[in-house]
């Protein structure tokens, strides 16, 4: 699960970014469907982002850049 101080790369891109908030839609609706999925926002200037388009988390404290 993705936390707040996470490092991701978003699908398409190649630059990882870091979560500062979360925002959790537990009724996100596609079609007859009801799913639970969060919203991403980032300390870097990035627009928010669906956790579903994160293709990699690097965990707080395990990045070695």
């Known amino acids: 699960m993705i ?3 996470d490092k991701v ?3 398409n891109e190649n630059k990882p970014v870091t979560v500062k908030h979360i925002i ?6 596609i079609g007859s469907e009801v799913f639970k999925v ?8 990035h627009q928010p982002e669906f956790d579903w388009r994160v293709t990699k988390i690097i ?3 395990e990045d070695n850049e």
């Open 3 to 5: 936390e707040v101080g």
């Open 59 to 61: 965990k707080k404290g």
């Open 38 to 45: 969060h919203r991403l926002y980032f300390e870097e200037d």
């Open 9 to 11: 790369i978003i699908k």
């Open 24 to 29: 959790v839609h537990d009724n996100f609706k």
